[in-house]
Nanobody, 122 residues
């Protein structure tokens, strides 16, 4: 079994900062892409930042220059530093990872965390 556990969400005023973490655990053989998505009420889930195992990271245009994703491959942890938060950043943030497990060493599977709420309001 694989688990992705997010943490770090909370309430912040506009202009504030938060740092999210996503830790992957379980019978993991290898981890490929790890990404952050978010979903606001009434909206579709959208990609915020995608981090390749090579270290290359892509960002949604709406967060470029404000958000920074990083990963610690040894800890199988993905981070998202969010600065200058805006009310439109409020959403449930989900971690996603493409993982190969020890039980299925030739198969890449997609896993999701349970989400962490980010509220931005004055």
């Amino acid at each position: 079994q694989v688990q992705l556990v997010e943490s770090g969400g909370g309430f912040v005023q506009p202009g504030g900062s938060l740092r999210l973490s996503c830790a992957a655990s379980g019978s993991i053989l290898s981890t490929d892409v790890m990404a952050w998505y978010r979903q606001a009420p009434g909206k579709e889930r959208e990609l915020v930042a995608g981090s390749m195992s090579s270290g290359i990271t892509n960002y949604a245009d709406s967060v470029k220059g404000r958000f920074a994703a990083s990963r610690d491959n040894a800890k199988r942890t993905l981070y998202l530093q969010m600065n200058n938060l805006k009310p439109e950043d409020a959403a449930v943030y989900y971690c996603n990872a493409r993982i190969m497990t020890m039980q299925s060493p030739r198969v890449w599977s997609n896993y999701w965390g349970q989400g962490t709420q980010v509220t931005v309001s004055s």
